[in-house]
T-cell receptor
Framework: GIQVEQSPPDLILQEGANSTLRCNFS?????LQWFHQNPWGQLINLFY???GTKQNGRLSATTVATERYSLLYISSSQTTDSGVYFC??????????FGKGTHLIIQP | DAGITQSPRHKVTETGTPVTLRCHQT?????MYWYRQDPGHGLRLIHY???????DKGEVSDGYSVSRSKTEDFLLTLESATSSQTSVYFC????????????FGQGTRLTVV
């Protein structure tokens, strides 16, 4: 099956800093999503981005499908951005394959 | 928010007992999924359904069965719970296979003692 690797595994930043999270995948995909899992365990959809670039407020994402990677950018970090960020991909008709996540801590 | 309700939200059960988790959706989506989340593993697919009475296995299906008798409900059953099935279980839905966005429920925390 498809392998998904996320980096870095852990990231600690001060409030106001910018960050880039990376997701590499091993095969062609027809679906790529970024999720934020908040401290209460809820999975929040950030982006559905199998290719191209999207922006939503302080967050943006870029997927280069031909090179099999995606990047999530967080600008002007806030403490509420803390949590785990997951990249998930799908190559066929079954479910998403998740990476192990990036654990982000934003310190005030 | 996608209309997905998981029940129960928390459950503690004893080893060897049967357990059924329910996922209910109000979006009329064709595809439904069950995942489990464990430390160090991210989320892993257990089973999925692509229509009423149509189901298939995922990456970690051993020890689990599923049923879907109505579009809106997808049940996950642990026939005889084991401590290794202690986990957080998430249900997800999507409108189609492949290139469609998936949405997740709130999760069910299951502890097997």
């Amino acid at each position: 099956g498809i392998q998904v690797e996320q980096s870095p595994p852990d990231l600690i930043l001060q409030e106001g800093a910018n960050s880039t999270l990376r997701c590499n995948f091993s095969d062609s995909v027809n679906n790529l999503q970024w999720f934020h899992q908040n401290p209460w365990g809820q999975l929040i959809n950030l982006f559905y981005i199998p290719s191209g670039t999207k922006q939503n407020g302080r967050l943006s994402a870029t997927t280069v499908a031909t090179e099999r990677y995606s990047l999530l950018y967080i600008s002007s970090s806030q403490t509420t951005d803390s949590g785990v960020y997951f990249c998930a991909v799908r190559g066929g008709a079954d479910g998403l394959t998740f990476g192990k996540g990036t654990h982000l801590i934003i310190q005030p | 928010d996608a209309g997905i309700t998981q029940s129960p939200r928390h459950k503690v059960t004893e080893t060897g007992t049967p357990v059924t988790l329910r996922c209910h959706q109000t979006e009329n989506h064709r595809y439904m999924y069950w995942y489990r989340q464990d430390p160090g593993h991210g989320l892993r697919l257990i089973h999925y359904s692509y229509g009423v009475k149509d189901t298939d296995k995922g990456e970690v299906s051993d020890g689990y069965s599923v049923s879907r008798s109505k579009t809106e409900d997808f049940l996950l059953t642990l026939e005889s719970a084991t401590s290794s099935q202690t986990s957080v279980y998430f249900c997800a839905i999507s409108g189609g296979s492949g290139a469609t966005e998936a949405f997740f429920g709130q999760g069910t925390r299951l502890t097997v003692v």
